[in-house]
């Protein structure tokens, strides 16, 4: 606020008069020495509002009413009242910066980057700094102005030589030109900055490994690697950072690597539940039925009573326990997992699947599987599951048509799911239908 922000210098509104103004100035002025002070009590914000009333064309009481606002965490309060004393006062820059602030803070991206852009062209000397360069930048690349844009990252690194925005910029109009050295040269800079916080890093780095196609992987893989192994590298015991060079490694085939990543993340990290599912469907990749009960158990122990930790797990001890033939256990999990989550479908469909194979409890089946198609009427394994079950109860009408919808939903690259169309064909008398499902099945085995 400067000095004449105070100052009885702007017209009388209607029904005002001058000492009203200068009353609502003193007032105000007290009420900043407070805040200067730290002396700030909940009813404030109600004295300043009343201030407002009394003067709504005081852009100062508008000012302090924001930064109140905002200090109290409420932004969208904060933002009225900063875009209230901005339009009283449209030329105090000080304004306009803390609403483009304040726009930033609150997701308004495209309205903070408007101020700022005005402010640096009406005040090159005070606004030209790395922040507004490289909105500038950034505004030039979306306009696919990428040597303009190219300049303005540059200009900003000039100001700030590690400043994260415009050396990301910079590796993205590197890669709009396809010039791939440049760009993983430029983005190696961000990767073994160890002032960036891990976890964004390794967000940005694993937006670039999902758009990567094989092409790319074949000729660049070597600097896929390198981007990968510079975060654990250089921050060595992230949770975040392990965990991405872990994946990517597995799932790039080099699962031996993988699994030393997995494993120092274990080490660091035992009771990370995430770390515990990764560990979990490692087993699951080596058919380790034993191990998966285990590690299914930890879960569990470590879950604190969290039901999106408890069910899948305790469902994958169900799982394991019917792979390995004990169907009784297998079962007693089933029942278990159920009790917590009544509705949980991957286990309402193995449970009313492994029923309807041992042609017992069909009604109890039939009620399972029965849910998970009305909650997803579109799932072609659900379906089947269900339309089984009503074949060997003897509704084939009924399963035909269950049978039919599972057809237009990705049925059809199903063995399974084929052959059991064609019983249920069959059963109906349509003997030709049946055996060109028959024979479908067959192919795709």
Request: hydrophobic residues 35%; contains cysteine.
């Amino acid at each position: 606020m400067t000095g004449a922000c105070l100052m009885l210098s702007c017209i009388l509104s209607p029904g005002q008069t001058a000492r009203e103004k200068i009353v609502v100035e003193n007032a105000l002025l007290d009420e900043v020495r407070l805040m200067e002070t730290g002396k700030v009590d909940k009813t404030m914000g109600d004295r300043l509002r009343k201030l407002a009333e009394r003067d709504s064309t005081n852009d100062a009481v508008f000012y302090y009413l924001g930064k109140l606002e905002f200090a109290s965490g409420n932004t969208d309060s904060a933002v009225k009242a900063f875009e209230k004393a901005s339009s009283l006062d449209p030329e105090n820059d000080d304004y306009s910066e803390t609403l483009a602030k304040v726009y930033a803070r609150n997701g308004k991206v495209r309205e903070s980057t408007d101020i700022y852009l005005a402010l640096l062209k009406k005040n090159p000397a005070k606004y030209r700094n790395a922040y507004t360069l490289t909105i500038l930048a950034d505004q030039n690349l979306v306009s696919y102005r990428d040597t303009l844009a190219l300049e303005n990252y540059e200009a900003a690194l000039l100001y700030e030589p590690d400043y994260t925005p415009a050396i990301l910029g910079k590796s993205e109009v590197y890669r709009m030109r396809n010039n791939l050295p440049a760009f993983f040269s430029t983005l190696r800079e961000f990767t073994t900055d160890g002032s960036v916080m891990p976890y964004p890093k390794c967000e940005y780095v694993n937006n670039i490994l999902r758009h990567i196609d094989g092409n790319l992987f074949r000729n660049w893989g070597a600097q896929l690697d390198t981007l990968v192994t510079d975060c654990p590298n250089t921050h060595p015991n992230d949770s975040s950072c392990l965990k991405l060079a872990g994946r990517w490694y597995y799932g790039t085939g080099r699962k031996e690597e993988g699994r030393k990543y997995f494993d120092r993340l274990l080490e660091n990290y035992p009771e990370d539940i995430e770390a515990h599912f990764i560990r979990l469907q490692i087993l699951a990749d080596d058919d380790d039925c034993r191990g998966m009960i285990e590690e299914s158990k930890v879960i569990i122990s470590l879950a604190n009573g969290n039901k999106d930790y408890i069910v899948p797990a305790m469902s994958t001890i169900g799982d394991c326990y019917y792979e390995m033939g004990r169907t009784k256990e297998a079962y007693k999990w089933y029942d278990k997992t159920l009790k917590v989550n009544p509705e949980y479908l991957p286990v309402l469909n193995n449970y009313a699947y492994y029923l309807s194979l041992e042609r017992k409890n069909l009604s109890k089946a039939r009620k399972m599987s029965a849910v998970t198609v009305s909650k997803e009427p579109d799932n072609p394994t659900y379906l089947d599951t269900y339309g089984w079950i009503l074949h060997l109860l003897g509704e084939d009408k009924e399963a035909k048509l269950l049978f039919k919808h599972a057809m237009l939903y990705g049925g059809k690259d199903n063995a399974e799911v084929l052959l059991h169309y064609s019983e249920v064909l069959r059963a109906l008398g349509e003997d030709d239908v049946a055996n060109y499902y028959k024979d479908l099945a067959d192919n795709k085995k």
